[in-house]
């Protein structure tokens, strides 16, 4: 009964920007660690962006500078502005929550495709 559900994805031309939102129900949001993951077509999935239930944030070296993530404890939701997108940023991009020794769950991915 636990689910993310991503929403924001889209076309976008290069240096454009988009927000991602991911809804989380089924956890006590605040008590875990959120994420945002990506996956490229023929690639591995890779951490985009971290947020613990605090604030503190850890990113990705490409996105640095570019990508913000955000939460919001009493909405459930956890956010990713996308500024100054790059083709190379095209990937399903997937919401994830974790805590140590509870639980380690995936929203079903949202397509950013950033061409012109």
């Known amino acids: 009964q636990v689910q993310l559900v991503e929403s924001g994805g889209g076309l976008v031309q290069p240096r454009g920007s988009l927000r991602l939102s991911c809804g989380a129900s089924?956890?006590?949001?605040?008590?875990?660690?959120m994420g945002w993951y990506r996956q490229a077509p023929g690639k591995q999935r890779e951490l985009v962006a971290t947020?613990?239930?605090?604030?503190?944030?850890n990113y990705a070296d490409s996105v640095k500078g570019r990508f913000t993530i955000s939460r919001d404890n009493a909405k459930n939701t956890v956010y990713l502005q996308m500024n100054k997108l790059k083709p190379e940023d095209t990937a399903v991009y997937y919401c994830n929550s974790h805590r140590q020794r509870e639980g380690n769950y995936w929203g079903q991915g949202t397509q950013v495709t950033v061409s012109s």
């Open positions: 947020i613990t239930g605090g604030g503190s944030t």
């Open positions: 089924g956890i006590i949001f605040s008590r875990y660690i």
